[in-house]
T-cell receptor
C-alpha cells in the first residue's frame, strides 16, 4: 500500500460546482495532514492544514479528516476557473519514530470549466 | 517576512559536474525538507533536516547525493557527477517545528546537458 494515495483524476467540474478531492494514508499514527495546490510550473502552495477529526473550513475550502478510516478530503465550494491546478495531499509519516517525513500523494489535477 | 528562498532558480550543468542547490528557510524556521519533481510526476521526498542534523534521509540516492543544514547559512543539496537523469525540479520547504505546516520555495530547475 502506498503511504499516501489520491484519487487519480483528472477531475473536471463546471464553474460554481463543488469539487471533492480524496486521500487515504497508511500510517495509523499520523497526526498532521495538509492540502497543497500546485499550478503548472510553480511550487506547491499550502492551502489547508488539519490535525483533528472532523471538518475545518477556510473560505471556500473545507478539509475533512477521519483518522479511524485513515481518510482526508478537501471540498472546494463555488469552484472558479482559477482553482484549476493539481491538488496535493500531504501527511507526516512516522511522527515520533526514527523515520519522519512529509509525504505527498501524486496529486489530482482539477479543471474548472467556465 | 521573506519566504523560503532557493537559488539558483535555474542551473545548467554538464554531465560529470557538481550541482549545488541552496535553500534559505523562512525566518525562525529550523526544519528543512528537500523534494525532487519530474515533469507530470509527484513530489518525491529526499531528505529531512534540522539545524546540524539529518533526521530522515530515506529518499536520498545512496551515491552522489548529500545534504546539509549547518548552524549558520542555508541548507545545501549537493549532487556530484551529475547525469542526465538528475534533471528535475528540486524544491525545499521549511517549517518552524516538527509536525506542522511546511512552506515551499520556488524551486531550482536543474538541467544536465
Amino acid at each position: 500500500q502506498k503511504e499516501v494515495e489520491q484519487n487519480s483524476g483528472p477531475l473536471s467540474v463546471p464553474e460554481g460546482a463543488i469539487a471533492s478531492l480524496n486521500c487515504t494514508y497508511s500510517d495509523r499514527v499520523s497526526q498532521s495532514f495538509f492540502w497543497y495546490r500546485q499550478y503548472s510550473g510553480k511550487s506547491p502552495e499550502l492551502i489547508m492544514s488539519i490535525y483533528s477529526n472532523g471538518d475545518k473550513e477556510d473560505g471556500r475550502f473545507t478539509a475533512q479528516l477521519n483518522k479511524a478510516s485513515q481518510y482526508v478530503s478537501l471540498l472546494i465550494r463555488d469552484s472558479q476557473p482559477s482553482d484549476s491546478a493539481t491538488y496535493l495531499c500531504a501527511v507526516i509519516i512516522g511522527s515520533g519514530g526514527s523515520n519522519y517525513k512529509l509525504t505527498f500523494g501524486k496529486g489530482t489535477l482539477l479543471t474548472v470549466n467556465p | 517576512n521573506a519566504g523560503v528562498m532557493q537559488n539558483p532558480r535555474h542551473l545548467v550543468r554538464r554531465r560529470g559536474q557538481e550541482a549545488r542547490l541552496r535553500c534559505s528557510p523562512m525566518k525562525g524556521h529550523s526544519h528543512v525538507y528537500w523534494y525532487r519533481q519530474l515533469p507530470e510526476e509527484g513530489l518525491k521526498f529526499m531528505v529531512y533536516l534540522q539545524k546540524e542534523n539529518i533526521i530522515d534521509e530515506s529518499g536520498m540516492p545512496k551515491e552522489r547525493f548529500s545534504a546539509e543544514f549547518p548552524k549558520e547559512g542555508p541548507s545545501i543539496l549537493r549532487i556530484q557527477q551529475v547525469v542526465r537523469g538528475d534533471s528535475a525540479a528540486y524544491f525545499c520547504a521549511s517549517s518552524p517545528i516538527r509536525d506542522t505546516e511546511a512552506f515551499f520555495g520556488q524551486g531550482t530547475r536543474l538541467t544536465v546537458v
